[in-house]
T-cell receptor, first 111, second 114 residues
Framework: DAGVIQSPRHEVTEMGQEVTLRCKPI?????LFWYRQTMMRGLELLIY????????DSGMPEDRFSAKMPNASFSTLKIQPSEPRDSAVYFC?????????FGPGTRLTVT | AQSVTQLGSHVSVSEGALVLLRCNYS??????LFWYVQYPNQGLQLLLK??????LVKGINGFEAEFKKSETSFHLTKPSAHMSDAAEYFC????????????FGGGTRLMVKP
């Protein structure tokens, strides 16, 4: 298995632009998580899905953030408009039986 | 609600010395417990897990952890540190009321001195 796949690995964009991060979970996993990691705030859970349905989005910082999971093999996290404080590493993880498998992350820099 | 406390955000040991990373949890139900490791510029990787079988759990790279219910602890140990063990380590506890969700501790950065 290829593991959790995230794209792009690096994204540099200007303030105000729309950013879309993509994730392909491990086949057969029924839960998907989006995390954000920064030096200041550490690892934060943004949102998670069970069977493609968003269960808890209380970690999404504000309305500029949105996430979708149109099918079991794909999810997106969108930031519109982006701001410099959104700069972070964004991880996607998928899970079965509580074991979470993390992707390599997307390093987002907003200038 | 579940919570995890990792005592010491930074731990420094000499190469060859014992590694001890502390994790205490709170949970209203018997938990599943996990340790993850994150190397620089990488995602988190599962080191080991406790899922209510043997209380002493062995993981990859010579690490092990012992579940102690009376102390609500799940400390991570390794007898002899190697330079390659330098990384950040996260303890996590399951939330049985929330699907496959895990609650993570704040992480401990392990530094290994030559």
């Amino acid at each position: 298995d290829a593991g959790v796949i995230q794209s792009p690995r690096h994204e540099v964009t200007e303030m105000g632009q729309e950013v879309t991060l993509r994730c392909k979970p491990i086949s057969g996993h029924n839960s998907l998580f989006w995390y954000r990691q920064t030096m200041m705030r550490g690892l934060e859970l943004l949102i998670y899905f069970n069977n493609n349905v968003p269960i808890d989005d209380s970690g999404m910082p504000e309305d500029r953030f949105s996430a979708k999971m149109p099918n079991a093999s794909f999810s997106t996290l969108k930031i519109q408009p982006s701001e410099p404080r959104d700069s972070a590493v964004y991880f996607c993880a998928s899970s079965s039986n509580y074991e979470q498998y993390f992707g390599p992350g997307t390093r987002l820099t907003v200038t | 609600a579940q919570s995890v406390t990792q005592l010491g955000s930074h731990v420094s040991v000499s190469e060859g010395a014992l590694v001890l990373l502390r994790c205490n949890y709170s949970s209203s139900v018997p938990p599943y417990l996990f340790w993850y490791v994150q190397y620089p510029n990488q995602g988190l990787q599962l080191l080991l897990k406790y899922t209510s079988a043997a209380t002493l759990v062995k993981g990859i790279n010579g690490f092990e952890a012992e579940f102690k219910k009376s102390e609500t602890s799940f400390h991570l140990t390794k007898p002899s540190a190697h330079m390659s063990d330098a990384a950040e380590y996260f303890c996590a506890v399951s939330d049985h009321n929330a699907g496959n969700m895990l609650t993570f501790g704040g992480g401990t950065r392990l530094m290994v001195k030559p």
